[in-house]
DNA sequence: TCGTTATAGTTACAAATGAAACCAATTGCA
DNA sequence: TGCAATTGGTTTCATTTGTAACTATAACGA
């Protein structure tokens, strides 16, 4: 018995996938890893989920968005973006103040320790995004932002991340 | 009100992140939603989770793999290969005998039932990818298969895939 | 202006996932 | 040999996540 056995391929008939040439699976493996480095950044060091950070991450950008937009901006469904802001608003990371003219609506920004924490938290995940870009030439830059404008293009609406 | 608010960036000393052209971001969206896709196809019609996918992919691939081999293949962790191939081999999608010379190590196979169900979902698979590329000219996938192949070669060793 | 329908957000419950402890068989080595 | 360390795999428990139901407010139409 050999030390690193790589069994034969199936009866030829069935076609099998091949899953370390198969598009779907490559990405999947690549956004997990990329995502999930970044994650333990910050993680344990500042008790913060993923979902907790993208939160962090577009209301950093865009102040006064309700739970419902910041759904839209984070790709995550109402329900998740609820349980991260209540968690967000309890450590006084997030202030949630009510709406004028509705008050079913949030209006949400970050507080100063939310303020401090996303800057803490946002030059290390861009930090990341370069060390992986830092793998490709500039060329190779430039294709794959075309390529994901392309490949982006085609998604209708549906679209839900998880990691980040 | 305008109907579609769009708030003003944050303070400017804040640097924050653009969500929308952050490449660890994009990918997650991505990937996320092609594994939905795929998993759309056969989840409700056969009851087959996309754990339960991934294994019967590489079971379909190799045959006789142990679990742990399953794990290493999947880039799933070995309690959820366990638990997909409990599910598997109930259902009698797969055959777990034991191996020879090593009585922990448990050899695996698909069983008549199960390669009938995977020569139906591989192709659901691939039709998928095809979609995929086509979004694409020829340049541009021989492009993204070269930034693939060195993105993941900067990936020591861990990595993680949660669907596909 | 009343009743229906739609929207914002939360709650409750089930299913999926992750981490650690665990069992059994095997290996390595004194 | 014999016993500690390792490996393959499962179980258990806590946490996370997804889905559906629910509350409250607002918008719409007769």
Redesign the interface.
């Known amino acids: 018995?050999p030390a690193k056995r790589?069994?034969?391929?199936?009866t030829a008939e069935?076609?099998?996938?091949?899953?370390e040439h198969?598009?779907?699976?490559?990405?999947?493996?690549?956004?997990?890893?990329?995502?999930?480095a970044?994650a333990d950044d910050y993680q344990r060091r500042y008790d913060l989920s993923m979902t907790e950070w993208?939160v962090m991450?577009?209301l950093?950008?865009?102040?006064?968005?309700s739970a419902r937009e910041v759904a839209e901006?984070?790709?995550m469904d109402k329900v998740a973006v609820s349980r991260a802001l209540s968690r967000l608003v309890e450590a006084g990371r997030v202030n949630r103040d009510i709406h004028d003219?509705d008050k079913r609506r949030s209006v949400l920004s970050?507080t100063e320790a939310g303020?401090a924490m996303?800057?803490e938290v946002?030059?290390m995940?861009?930090a990341?995004?370069r060390a992986?870009?830092a793998?490709?030439d500039a060329e190779?830059r430039v294709?794959?932002e075309?390529?994901?404008d392309?490949?982006?293009?085609?998604?209708g609406g549906?679209?839900?991340?998880?990691?980040?």
């Open positions: 018995m790589k069994p034969a391929p199936a069935h076609a099998p996938l091949q899953l198969f598009l779907p699976y490559r990405l999947s493996i690549l956004s997990n890893t990329i995502s999930q970044i993208r991450a577009v950093g950008r865009f102040e006064g968005l901006r984070t790709a003219g970050l303020w996303h800057d946002a030059p995940a861009r990341r995004e992986v870009l793998r490709l190779e294709w794959l075309r390529i994901l392309k490949l982006q293009a085609g998604n549906r679209a839900t991340a998880n990691r980040d």
